[in-house]
């Protein structure tokens, strides 16, 4: 479970980025946040992932208060949350067997857990054939589902894809849309930032709409 | 256990993968340690040298022969407690006798002199640690008390002022050389490897997304730094040694104004300077070592955001 409780963020006197803002996301929920830009979707994920603090409230993650975690406790936080981006922020050099494999890597796996675990989500992706392969061999779509499996290859609670189809074709798109309702379906929170207006008005999921840092609505099964 | 293997893979991995900035950045330690190397060593041997030259410069007074062997006892004595003064020999007049006979390659000159009719002057030979520092000696010939005794005094005041001022403007410019050399290439060597760092931010970004902590991020760039301090080190040694011996067999130095130079300065300079070369070896390892893991934790430092 997610909550946020009276969240601000101010970065200087005159830019306020979230004016007090309150809600929860229940576990196994596809909450979809939409918004103009600069609207502070970008602030609320950052405060999620611990890159920045609120100026004022609490988050609580799984009944953890991470706004006051210590520095030194962020990165084993991070690992029980998982992000996509649009621009998928994969390694180069490493082909898509590394890049899924060293976020396992990075909390100390052993070698035959990590084939286990990364053979089993290569295999929600859809993507088991393409393993040898380096990110400049793949397609845009293929690439966000290295950026996926990379995210839940730890199995977090929460998966957060902030514009996961920015940067791809409608029908590519989709298929994004329905490995993240896969995952889901397995049972973690998927938080999925978008300005993609048919992909919001056709999954019917609840949907936050935020506007100059406030919520201005917060339905179930809404459309854009 | 696994993350150190791991570090020490991706340490490898690494500096394999990023080929041509690999290279770039072991070549600039290279030439960075063989340049501060080849300039401390130069400064070294010449500072060896001068310290060489200094040491033979000699004050030889020699006394009237109405001065009694006493009085020139007590002189030597006095002289010896200079705090300037390394070194004196008494040469009786028996001594200059015999050094006259075996510099002398005329016969006739030779027999011109004898031990029962020998105007040779008895005189003391003074080794002086500080050429700066002559006139303390100078001084104490000078005195009204001791002046009357003595016949003459020689010691070459042009050479040791010219010496003198050389020497020592030398050695400063050389120090001063040296430290802005060292500078110039920590600066060189830190800005090569931030760059190189630079190139991978996202790859560290990335890293602290997935919830790598620091110093896991960090070890392995360290690792790769240890492997371009041991690389440049091996390169600039090999560069002096196989330069050096190209310098000596192509004739560009004769190697025999190497063993000259070295006779000239005697058995324990040579000594000294084959220890140092060996001992250079050792240090460019651990400087080199040194400045690109220091540069490395510095430079990563900033894209370390927790």
Known sequence: ?224 | MINLLRIFKYGFQNFWRNGLLSVATTLVLTLTLFTVSVFVAITLFANAAVESINSRIDVVVYFNDETPDSEIARIEGEVKKLSNVRETTYISKDAALDKWVSKTEDQSLKNAITSENNPLPRSLEIKISDPEKTHEVADYFNQETIKPMVHRVRYNKEVIDKLVRYTSAFKKIGLGLVVIFIIISIFVVFNTIRLAIYSRRDEIEIMQLVGATPSYIRWPFVVEGTLFGIFAALLASLLIIFGGKYLFSSGIIPATSLNEVLNFLGPEAAKYFSGASASIILYQVIVGILLSVVCSMVAIRRYLKI
Not at chain 1, 17 to 36: R, S
Not at chain 1, 91 to 100: A, S
Not at chain 1, 177 to 200: F, P, S, Y
Request: contains cysteine; proline residues 4%; positive net charge.
């Open chain 1, 1 to 224: 479970m997610i909550k946020f409780e009276h969240i601000t963020k101010i970065y200087n006197k005159d830019i306020k980025a979230l004016k007090d803002l309150n809600f929860e996301v229940a576990d196994g929920e596809f909450l979809v946040l939409v918004g103009p830009s600069g609207a502070g979707k970008s602030t609320l994920i950052k405060l999620l992932i611990c890159e920045e603090k609120p100026t004022r409230g609490h988050i609580y993650i799984v009944g953890k208060d991470v706004v006051n975690l210590k520095a030194r406790e962020v990165p084993y936080f991070r690992r029980r949350i998982g992000v996509v981006f649009q621009d998928f922020k994969l390694l180069p050099k490493k082909n898509v067997y590394e890049n899924i494999s060293f976020a396992l890597e990075v909390v100390g796996a052993s070698s035959r857990q990590i084939k286990k675990k990364v053979e089993a989500v290569l295999d929600i992706v859809g993507l088991k054939d393409r393993k040898e392969n380096f990110p400049d061999e793949l397609s845009g779509g293929e690439k966000q589902r290295v950026a996926i499996a990379r995210a839940v290859v730890n199995r977090p609670k929460l998966l957060i894809a902030d514009e996961p189809t920015g940067n791809l074709d409608p029908k590519t798109s989709w298929d994004i849309i329905r490995v993240l309702e896969e995952i889901n379906k397995r049972g973690t929170i998927i938080l999925l930032a978008t300005h993609n207006k048919d992909i919001v008005d056709r999954i019917r999921k609840r949907v936050i709409k935020i506007k100059n840092g406030r919520i201005v609505s917060d339905k179930e099964r809404a459309k854009y």
